[in-house]
Protein backbone atom coordinates (compact mmCIF):
# COMPACT_ATOMS: atom_id res chain seq x y z
CA UNK A 1 0.00 0.00 0.00
CA UNK A 2 1.47 3.62 -1.17
CA UNK A 3 0.45 6.88 0.06
CA UNK A 4 -0.33 9.53 -2.19
CA UNK A 5 -0.62 13.26 -0.59
CA UNK A 6 -3.56 15.52 -2.27
CA UNK A 7 -2.38 19.09 -2.75
CA UNK A 8 -5.85 20.96 -3.38
CA UNK A 9 -5.73 24.34 -1.50
CA UNK A 10 -2.72 25.70 -1.93
CA UNK A 11 -1.10 27.44 -4.57
CA UNK A 12 2.54 26.62 -6.17
CA UNK A 13 5.05 27.45 -3.72
CA UNK A 14 2.19 26.73 -1.01
CA UNK A 15 2.51 22.82 -2.87
CA UNK A 16 6.54 22.74 -2.94
CA UNK A 17 6.20 23.90 0.95
CA UNK A 18 4.07 21.60 2.04
CA UNK A 19 6.09 18.15 -0.20
CA UNK A 20 9.00 19.78 1.40
CA UNK A 21 7.93 18.91 4.44
CA UNK A 22 6.73 15.65 4.14
CA UNK A 23 8.32 14.16 1.08
CA UNK A 24 10.10 11.49 3.01
CA UNK A 25 6.95 10.19 4.09
CA UNK A 26 4.80 10.04 1.03
CA UNK A 27 5.14 7.89 -2.35
CA UNK A 28 2.93 10.18 -4.86
CA UNK A 29 2.27 13.82 -4.89
CA UNK A 30 -0.93 15.22 -6.51
CA UNK A 31 -1.44 18.22 -7.54
CA UNK A 32 -5.26 18.60 -6.94
CA UNK A 33 -7.64 19.94 -9.69
CA UNK A 34 -8.09 23.30 -7.71
CA UNK A 35 -5.03 23.48 -7.76
CA UNK A 36 -4.79 23.06 -11.81
CA UNK A 37 -7.62 25.19 -12.19
CA UNK A 38 -6.29 27.83 -10.79
CA UNK A 39 -2.51 27.50 -11.61
CA UNK A 40 -2.77 25.41 -14.92
CA UNK A 41 -0.44 22.47 -15.51
CA UNK A 42 2.76 24.72 -14.57
CA UNK A 43 2.10 23.84 -10.70
CA UNK A 44 2.31 20.02 -12.29
CA UNK A 45 5.92 21.47 -14.47
CA UNK A 46 7.24 23.30 -10.97
CA UNK A 47 6.23 20.55 -8.47
CA UNK A 48 8.42 18.05 -10.93
CA UNK A 49 10.92 20.35 -11.35
CA UNK A 50 11.78 20.63 -7.60
CA UNK A 51 11.15 17.51 -6.96
CA UNK A 52 12.34 15.68 -9.79
CA UNK A 53 12.62 11.93 -8.03
CA UNK A 54 9.15 12.30 -6.66
CA UNK A 55 6.14 10.61 -8.53
CA UNK A 56 3.81 13.24 -9.28
CA UNK A 57 -0.44 13.00 -10.33
CA UNK A 58 -2.14 15.21 -12.05
CA UNK A 59 -5.56 15.06 -10.91
CA UNK A 60 -6.97 16.51 -14.46
CA UNK A 61 -10.65 14.51 -13.83
CA UNK A 62 -10.05 14.29 -17.76
CA UNK A 63 -13.48 13.77 -19.37
CA UNK A 64 -13.16 14.61 -23.09
CA UNK A 65 -10.42 15.57 -25.82
CA UNK A 66 -8.41 12.47 -23.21
CA UNK A 67 -5.57 11.73 -25.66
CA UNK A 68 -4.56 15.03 -25.72
CA UNK A 69 -4.54 15.64 -22.32
CA UNK A 70 -3.26 13.35 -21.34
CA UNK A 71 0.19 14.11 -23.80
CA UNK A 72 -0.15 18.18 -22.09
CA UNK A 73 -0.05 16.65 -18.62
CA UNK A 74 2.74 14.19 -19.25
CA UNK A 75 4.82 16.94 -21.38
CA UNK A 76 4.38 19.20 -18.25
CA UNK A 77 6.17 15.97 -15.98
CA UNK A 78 3.43 14.08 -14.97
CA UNK A 79 4.34 10.43 -13.91
CA UNK A 80 0.09 9.37 -13.32
CA UNK A 81 -2.96 11.76 -14.93
CA UNK A 82 -6.17 11.31 -13.89
CA UNK A 83 -9.46 10.78 -16.26
CA UNK A 84 -13.20 10.41 -14.70
CA UNK A 85 -14.60 6.85 -15.02
CA UNK A 86 -17.99 8.14 -15.92
CA UNK A 87 -16.14 9.06 -19.63
CA UNK A 88 -16.73 7.86 -22.48
CA UNK A 89 -15.32 4.49 -23.47
CA UNK A 90 -13.35 5.97 -26.43
CA UNK A 91 -11.90 8.38 -24.05
CA UNK A 92 -10.37 5.99 -21.24
CA UNK A 93 -8.83 4.20 -24.48
CA UNK A 94 -7.30 7.58 -26.03
CA UNK A 95 -6.27 8.40 -22.57
CA UNK A 96 -4.89 4.98 -21.88
CA UNK A 97 -2.96 4.62 -25.40
CA UNK A 98 -1.52 8.12 -24.96
CA UNK A 99 -0.15 7.50 -21.27
CA UNK A 100 1.47 4.00 -22.89
CA UNK A 101 3.07 5.84 -25.48
CA UNK A 102 4.14 8.46 -22.94
CA UNK A 103 5.56 5.96 -20.37
CA UNK A 104 2.95 7.29 -18.35
CA UNK A 105 -0.15 5.96 -16.02
CA UNK A 106 -4.01 6.60 -16.09
CA UNK A 107 -5.64 6.49 -13.00
CA UNK A 108 -9.58 6.25 -13.49
CA UNK A 109 -11.64 8.00 -10.83
CA UNK A 110 -14.93 6.25 -9.99
CA UNK A 111 -16.66 10.09 -8.36
CA UNK A 112 -20.23 10.12 -9.31
CA UNK A 113 -20.15 6.54 -10.85
CA UNK A 114 -23.62 4.66 -10.77
CA UNK A 115 -23.06 1.17 -10.72
CA UNK A 116 -19.14 1.39 -9.77
CA UNK A 117 -18.77 -2.99 -9.89
CA UNK A 118 -19.78 -2.70 -13.44
CA UNK A 119 -18.07 0.08 -14.53
CA UNK A 120 -15.03 -0.85 -12.74
CA UNK A 121 -14.65 -3.89 -14.62
CA UNK A 122 -15.01 -2.46 -17.55
CA UNK A 123 -11.86 0.10 -16.82
CA UNK A 124 -10.12 -2.95 -15.68
CA UNK A 125 -10.42 -4.02 -19.21
CA UNK A 126 -10.05 -0.82 -21.12
CA UNK A 127 -6.72 -1.10 -19.35
CA UNK A 128 -6.75 1.92 -17.14
CA UNK A 129 -3.55 1.17 -14.66
CA UNK A 130 -5.92 2.62 -11.56
CA UNK A 131 -9.12 2.55 -10.47
CA UNK A 132 -10.25 4.76 -7.57
CA UNK A 133 -13.07 5.08 -5.42
CA UNK A 134 -13.60 8.81 -4.14
CA UNK A 135 -16.04 10.51 -2.29
CA UNK A 136 -15.56 13.84 -3.07
CA UNK A 137 -15.78 17.14 -1.19
CA UNK A 138 -19.70 17.50 -1.87
CA UNK A 139 -20.44 14.13 -0.24
CA UNK A 140 -18.26 14.01 2.25
CA UNK A 141 -20.23 17.42 3.66
CA UNK A 142 -22.99 14.98 4.25
CA UNK A 143 -21.58 12.28 5.76
CA UNK A 144 -20.58 9.84 2.71
CA UNK A 145 -17.33 7.18 2.81
CA UNK A 146 -15.78 4.81 -0.21
CA UNK A 147 -15.31 1.97 1.98
CA UNK A 148 -18.30 0.06 0.41
CA UNK A 149 -17.43 0.86 -2.96
CA UNK A 150 -13.69 -0.02 -2.51
CA UNK A 151 -14.59 -3.63 -1.25
CA UNK A 152 -17.03 -4.09 -4.80
CA UNK A 153 -14.60 -2.80 -6.86
CA UNK A 154 -12.01 -5.10 -5.13
CA UNK A 155 -14.42 -8.13 -6.56
CA UNK A 156 -13.90 -7.38 -10.33
CA UNK A 157 -10.54 -5.61 -10.93
CA UNK A 158 -8.40 -8.22 -11.70
CA UNK A 159 -5.81 -6.13 -13.64
CA UNK A 160 -5.94 -2.07 -12.23
CA UNK A 161 -4.32 -1.36 -8.87
CA UNK A 162 -7.58 -0.13 -6.63
CA UNK A 163 -7.35 3.31 -4.90
CA UNK A 164 -9.43 5.36 -2.30
CA UNK A 165 -9.38 8.97 -1.77
CA UNK A 166 -11.88 10.97 0.37
CA UNK A 167 -11.73 12.04 3.58
CA UNK A 168 -9.21 9.74 4.67
CA UNK A 169 -7.83 10.73 8.21
CA UNK A 170 -5.64 9.12 11.06
CA UNK A 171 -9.16 8.23 12.90
CA UNK A 172 -10.78 6.06 9.78
CA UNK A 173 -7.39 4.86 8.18
CA UNK A 174 -7.58 1.38 10.06
CA UNK A 175 -10.49 0.86 8.51
CA UNK A 176 -8.83 1.96 4.99
CA UNK A 177 -5.63 -0.62 5.92
CA UNK A 178 -7.88 -3.01 6.37
CA UNK A 179 -9.32 -2.85 2.61
CA UNK A 180 -5.93 -3.46 1.74
CA UNK A 181 -5.85 -0.53 -1.43
CA UNK A 182 -2.63 -0.19 -3.56
CA UNK A 183 -2.93 2.97 -3.23
CA UNK A 184 -4.70 5.50 0.00
CA UNK A 185 -4.95 9.31 -0.95
CA UNK A 186 -4.80 11.55 1.70
CA UNK A 187 -5.61 15.36 1.38
CA UNK A 188 -7.04 17.32 4.59
CA UNK A 189 -5.93 14.85 6.73
CA UNK A 190 -2.73 15.57 6.51
CA UNK A 191 -2.36 19.35 5.01
CA UNK A 192 -5.06 20.35 7.52
CA UNK A 193 -3.00 19.09 10.45
CA UNK A 194 -1.23 21.59 12.31
CA UNK A 195 1.75 19.66 12.14
CA UNK A 196 1.94 18.41 8.57
CA UNK A 197 5.15 16.15 8.42
CA UNK A 198 4.32 14.27 11.82
CA UNK A 199 0.62 13.54 10.53
CA UNK A 200 2.55 12.42 7.33
CA UNK A 201 4.60 10.45 8.79
CA UNK A 202 2.07 8.84 11.65
CA UNK A 203 -0.42 7.68 8.29
CA UNK A 204 2.89 6.29 6.28
CA UNK A 205 3.73 4.01 9.73
CA UNK A 206 0.25 2.98 10.20
CA UNK A 207 -0.20 1.77 6.23
CA UNK A 208 3.12 0.01 6.55
CA UNK A 209 2.19 -1.90 9.97
CA UNK A 210 -0.61 -2.87 6.84
O1 LIG B 1 -9.79 14.86 -5.62
C1 LIG B 1 -10.04 15.51 -4.64
C2 LIG B 1 -11.23 16.41 -4.60
O2 LIG B 1 -12.11 16.08 -5.64
C3 LIG B 1 -10.82 17.87 -4.82
O3 LIG B 1 -10.14 18.00 -6.02
C4 LIG B 1 -9.15 15.41 -3.44
O4 LIG B 1 -7.82 15.48 -3.83
C5 LIG B 1 -9.41 14.11 -2.70
O5 LIG B 1 -10.74 14.09 -2.26
C6 LIG B 1 -8.46 13.91 -1.51
O6 LIG B 1 -8.55 14.99 -0.64
P1 LIG B 1 -9.22 14.86 0.83
O7 LIG B 1 -10.65 14.51 0.62
O8 LIG B 1 -9.01 16.21 1.45
O9 LIG B 1 -8.47 13.78 1.55
Given at each position: ?????????????????????VE???????I????????????????????????V??????????G??????????????????A?????????????K???????????????????????????????C?????????????????????????K?????????????????V???????????????????????????K??????
Amino acid sequence: MKLQLALDLVDINGAIEVVKEVESHVDVVEIGTPVVINEGLKAVKEVKKAFPDMTVLADLKIMDAAGYEVSQASASGADIITILGAAEDESIKGAVKEAKNQGKQILADMIAVQDIETRAGELDQLGVDYICVHTGYDLQAVGKDSFEDLAAIKKVVKHAKTAIAGGIKLETLPEVINHNPDLIIVGGGITGQDDQAAAAKQIKELINQG
